[in-house]
């Protein structure tokens, strides 16, 4: 099966003012906007943030609470409504946005034992074998994929799982180092955007599970 990697691109329109147009003088006249006055409330995410920042279910460790402050400023610098969406921050080391289908999504990660981040494209199936078979079909297209990121990327078929991932890391110095968070995020910004327009095409086109199942059920049967 044959896949076309491309990278997303966007383009700004021109905006036209607001004008009344005398088509007998064939002339514009200015429209004067009319004037609100706009009242800032709370959105979704920054009400999601002050409950969970509010929540004393449990106590948080240290570095509980070091990854709730890491998350809740990387959802503050992602742009309102755009491709990564602002997430409820999580205590836990990473945290997952969709890339359109169902089995597949985009992970942030975070190992400050080690000492890195990562950006990954993540394939999981309920069944045994199918994301290992969605994982071949998009290895085939490895050298495009890896043109259209803009770089090598890890490909992880991970044999003692079901799951597999392709990704990129990050070695950072010391995590508990908040000056340097800003860039932490930005590059697991930029690397989730390439991974999104590197494989959110792909992924629609490959085969429904339960084709995929039939092929494994068949190739298990021609093994035996």
Not at 90 to 108: D, H, K, V
Not at 109 to 131: L, Q, S, W
Request: aromatic fraction near 10%.
């Amino acid at each position: 099966m044959e896949f076309f990697f491309h990278s997303e691109e966007t383009h700004a329109e021109d905006c036209q003012p607001n004008a009344y147009c005398d088509r007998s003088k064939k002339t514009s006249v200015p429209i004067e906007a009319p004037k609100f006055n706009l009242i800032s409330k709370p959105n979704d995410w920054s009400r999601s943030v002050a409950a969970a920042a509010n929540d004393t279910s449990g106590e948080r460790t240290e570095h509980q609470q070091r990854m709730f402050d890491f998350w809740t400023a990387f959802a503050a610098s992602l742009p309102a409504n755009g491709l990564l969406p602002r997430k409820a921050p999580t205590t836990s080391s990473w945290t997952e946005y969709p890339i359109g289908r169902t089995n597949f999504r985009l992970g942030a990660v975070v190992n400050a034992r080690t000492g890195y981040i990562r950006a990954e494209f993540y394939i999981d199936h309920a069944t045994p074998g199918v994301a290992k078979r969605w994982f071949a079909m998009l290895s085939e297209g490895r050298e495009q994929a890896e043109a259209s990121f803009g770089g090598p990327l890890d490909w992880q078929e991970l044999p003692s799982s079901r799951a597999c991932r392709v990704c990129c890391d990050k070695p950072i110095a010391d995590f508990s180092d908040k000056s340097a968070w800003p860039a932490h995020h930005a590059w697991l910004a930029d690397a989730l955007r390439r991974l999104h327009a590197t494989f959110s095409g792909p992924v629609r086109m490959l085969p429904a599970s339960d084709l995929v199942e039939e092929e494994l059920v068949q190739m298990s049967s021609e093994d035996s």
